[in-house]
């Protein structure tokens, strides 16, 4: 049995954690493997600056160390920010996927640009930060969005008739506009949109939380794992400090 954890960006209980569980439902799976939800402790409001991201960071990394005795044999994380990825391979043996870059790298398996789709505008610098990291700016052809705020409980439910047609809209001009040969949802959270999109656009869309387990799978197939040069494990560990800390971020958050 193979067992992925997928790390969840936001302190939730059993209801927030349902809308993440329908990722599994939009691909199929064989026998002998299944996914766990693990909420972090604590961590941003949102994702859409440098102060975001480094708390993401550590909430991320301190929920993977949380739980690495647990079993689990692969790691994904569950928002397109990729928070926590670089440092948890750094921690663990296992492999560690994050969404954001997967789904950049296989739109170029797939066309030679991609655009990105997302719902609000301050999540565009997330997006440029990962291209950035990875080289591809030449290779973004532009991100649009539909100006709406997410709701990290709720994801797209209920708006169904009013969002996915704005999303559609928005798609189409970053083919027929920005030239896009595939689209990259923006987020984890839009995973309840893909259908739709996928039967009316004329390019790839992925969908990138589902596309994140696939690849963890697969890597577990074929014995592979980030390698331990480009993320070697620290000198001098600092994990009681790191699980303090969020320790007592936990208990700020909730009172």
Not at 142 to 151: E, K, L, N, Q, Y
């Amino acid at each position: 049995m193979k067992r992925i954890a997928v790390l969840v960006p936001f302190a939730f209980d059993e209801t927030g954690l349902a809308g993440r569980r329908q990722q599994q439902q939009s691909v199929s799976w064989g026998p002998g493997i299944e996914f766990e939800y693990v909420p972090v402790s604590a961590g941003p409001q949102w994702y859409e600056n440098y102060h975001d991201w480094i708390l993401a960071d550590l909430a991320m990394l301190e929920c993977a160390l949380r739980i690495q005795n647990d079993g689990y044999d692969a790691i994904c994380i569950d928002t397109m920010s990729d928070s926590g990825v670089n440092a948890i391979r750094c921690e663990l043996d296992i492999p560690v996927i994050g969404p954001g870059r997967t789904s950049y790298l296989t739109a170029l398996m797939l066309g030679n640009t991609f655009g990105v789709l997302t719902q609000w505008a301050p999540w565009a610098s997330l997006y440029k930060k990962g291209v950035h990291e990875l080289g591809l700016e030449s290779k973004l052809a532009g991100i649009r969005h539909i100006d709406t705020p997410p709701d990290v409980v709720n994801l797209l439910g209920g708006k169904e008739e009013v969002v996915f047609p704005k999303l559609l809209d928005a798609a189409m001009k970053l083919v027929e506009e920005d030239g896009a040969d595939v689209i990259c949802l923006g987020s984890t959270t839009m995973h309840q949109s893909h259908a739709f999109l996928a039967e009316r656009l004329p390019v790839p869309i992925i969908n990138p939380g589902p596309l994140s387990y696939k690849i963890a799978d697969a890597l577990l197939d074929c014995g592979l794992k980030q390698s331990s040069t480009t993320y070697p494990k620290p000198i001098v560990p600092k994990h009681e400090m790191i699980h303090t800390m969020l320790d007592a971020a936990k208990i700020q958050q909730e009172s």
